[in-house]
C-alpha cells in the first residue's frame, strides 16, 4: 500500500472527535482539550504513515495514544514526590516538608475567609506582620519581625531601605553566590548600595572594616556561608565585633545567616551553626535568614532586629511588593509556634525531625523498609529474590538546601540490584511513575534513604519497585 493510500486511512478530525465522545474522553475532559489531543496524535500519525512505509493506521491505537495525551494534558504540573535520596532540604523538590499542622492551618485558610488583616477585637483593619511578629521576638529577642517572600528580597529590601546611595561594607570572603546565580554582588548593584569590598577571600580583619568607613558608609553586612566553608588558614570578624564598630561609626550592622536556625543542632550531632537569637544577643541590628530550609517552614524571607529598622522596612515601597500571602502566613506561624518547645519542633517539624534522626533508628527502618521490597518482590528475606538483590548498607545523608555543607550525615540506605531490568530503567521508571519516586545510583544500584521517606510512604515504594520489576520480567 503507498503512503497516500495509507494517509487516506485518517480519519477527518470531526470524525476522531466522535470515537472520542464514543469513548467517554468528553466527558471527562474539555471539548478543547480534547481536540488539540486529537490534532497533536493526528500529526504524529500522518509523520509516522509518512516515515515508515510498513507502519498502518490502527483506530484502536489511535484512541489509546489520544487518552493517554489527555491524561498528561490534564496531569498537574505541581504535584506531590517521594523523596528517597536522603537530601533532606531538597531544593528541587520544594525544599522543607510542611509540619501536619502547619499543613491543616494552610488548609483552613485556603477554604475560608481569615483575619489576614482584620483585627476581630476592635472591627477594624489590622495588619499581616501581627502574625508572625510577636513568635518572632519572642523566638530570637528581637524588638521587632516582619517577613517576605524569601531570604533573597530580605537581603535586597534590606540593602534598599538601609543603603541605596549609600556604602555597604562586605568581606570578600562573603561574596557568596546561592542557588539560581543570587551572588551578593549583583544583589546590592541592584538595591541601589554602592558595595565595598575589605579583606581578603580567606582572612578579614576588624581594621580591614574600620578603615573602609567613610561619611558615606550606611551599611556593614555580614554574610554567613551557608552553602561553604573557607577552611585552613582563616579568620572573620564575629558579628559583636562588628556591632561594636558599628556603634562607634553610626552604622547599620545587617546579618545575612542564609539558612537560619532557632535551635543549638549542636545538641543532635550535627555542626554548628549560629542561631538567630544569637545574632541578636550580639546585638546585630537586623538579621535575615529563610523560613524553609533548616528552620523547617515554608518558603519566607525572615527579618528581625531593632524597632527603628524593622519599622523602616516595613514602610519601604518594596514591602508591599514581597510581602506574604494567607497561606504563606499560616504555614509560617504555626511552624514558629512549634519552636516554643524545642522537643515539640523537633518531633513534629520534618526537616528538624529527619536531621536529627540517631543512626540506629535510620538502620532499623532501613532493616524493615529491605525486607518489606524483598517480600513484595517475592522474596522470603531482605538478602536475594526473584527479581532483585535487596540489602542494606551504610551511607550519608545530606542537609541539602545550601546548608551545613560539610555534614556527613550518618545514614543506612536500603540498595537495589535489579535482574529484569537495569538500574537505570528502574531509577527511569519510578521516577516517571505517579507519584514520582526520586532515588540515587551508586556502584550500579539504586539507593533509597529511608531518613527522608515518611513511613507511610515506604509500603507505597515498595509496591512500585515490585510492580517494575515484574513488568520487566
Do not use: W
Not at 381 to 398: E, F, N
Request: aromatic share 2%; net charge negative; hydrophobic share 45%.
Amino acid at each position: 500500500m503507498d503512503t497516500q493510500a495509507r494517509l487516506r486511512q485518517l480519519p477527518k478530525v470531526d470524525d476522531a472527535l466522535r470515537d472520542a465522545e464514543a469513548a467517554g474522553m468528553l466527558g471527562e475532559h474539555p471539548r478543547a482539550l480534547v481536540l488539540e489531543a486529537v490534532r497533536e496524535v493526528l500529526d504524529h500519525t500522518r509523520s509516522r504513515l509518512v516515515a515508515d512505509e510498513s507502519s498502518r493506521f490502527d483506530a484502536e491505537a489511535f484512541l489509546g495514544e489520544v487518552a493517554a495525551r489527555l491524561a498528561l494534558k490534564s496531569r498537574r504540573s505541581l504535584r506531590r514526590v517521594i523523596n528517597a535520596t536522603g537530601i533532606v532540604v531538597h531544593t528541587n523538590l520544594g525544599r522543607s516538608v510542611l509540619s501536619e499542622r502547619a499543613a491543616e492551618a494552610v488548609a483552613e485558610v485556603a477554604r475560608s475567609y481569615s483575619t489576614l488583616e482584620f483585627d476581630v477585637e476592635s472591627g477594624e483593619r489590622g495588619s499581616r506582620h501581627v502574625h508572625c511578629e510577636e513568635l518572632l521576638c519572642r523566638l530570637t529577642g528581637a524588638e521587632a519581625a516582619m517577613a517576605v517572600n524569601n531570604n533573597a528580597a530580605a537581603v535586597m529590601m534590606a540593602l534598599a531601605a538601609l543603603a541605596r546611595g549609600r556604602e555597604a561594607i562586605v568581606s570578600r570572603g562573603q561574596l557568596v553566590e546561592i542557588g539560581g546565580s543570587f551572588r551578593i554582588p549583583d544583589i546590592m548593584r541592584e538595591s541601589g548600595a554602592t558595595m565595598v569590598e575589605v579583606g581578603a577571600t580567606n582572612k578579614t580583619h576588624l581594621r580591614d572594616y574600620e578603615n573602609a568607613i567613610t561619611p558615606e558608609t550606611g551599611m556593614i553586612l555580614k554574610v554567613h556561608s551557608s552553602n561553604f566553608r573557607v577552611v585552613g588558614f582563616t579568620q572573620e570578624v564575629g558579628v559583636a565585633e562588628l556591632v561594636e564598630l558599628g556603634a562607634r561609626h553610626g552604622v547599620t550592622v545587617f546579618e545575612d545567616q542564609g539558612s537560619g536556625v532557632l535551635v543549638d543542632l549542636r545538641r543532635y550531632g550535627l555542626p554548628y551553626e549560629p542561631t538567630v537569637g544569637e545574632s541578636i544577643a550580639a546585638g546585630a541590628d537586623l538579621v535575615s535568614c529563610s523560613g524553609d530550609k533548616l528552620l523547617g517552614g515554608p518558603q519566607a524571607g525572615i527579618l528581625v532586629g531593632r524597632d527603628h529598622v524593622i519599622r523602616a522596612l516595613k514602610q519601604h515601597p518594596m514591602a508591599r511588593a514581597l510581602r506574604l500571602d494567607k497561606l504563606t502566613l499560616a504555614a509560617l506561624e504555626v511552624t514558629l509556634r512549634a519552636y516554643a518547645d524545642e522537643s515539640v519542633a523537633i518531633a513534629e517539624i520534618p526537616t528538624l525531625r529527619m536531621l536529627t534522626m540517631p543512626a540506629d533508628e535510620v538502620a532499623a527502618r532501613a532493616s524493615a523498609f529491605a525486607a518489606r521490597i524483598a517480600d513484595a518482590c517475592g522474596g522470603a528475606d531482605a538478602i536475594a529474590t526473584a527479581a532483585a538483590d535487596v540489602d542494606t548498607a551504610p551511607d550519608v545523608s545530606r542537609a541539602g538546601g545550601g546548608a551545613l555543607p560539610m555534614a556527613d550525615i550518618p545514614t543506612t540506605v536500603v540498595r537495589v540490584l535489579p535482574r529484569s531490568v537495569s538500574v537505570v530503567e528502574l531509577e527511569r521508571r519510578l521516577r516517571l511513575g505517579e507519584p514520582s519516586v526520586v532515588a540515587r545510583i551508586k556502584d550500579d544500584r539504586l539507593l533509597l534513604d529511608p531518613r527522608t521517606l515518611g513511613p507511610a510512604e515506604e509500603p507505597e515504594v515498595a509496591a512500585r519497585i515490585a510492580a517494575v520489576l515484574g513488568e520487566g520480567a
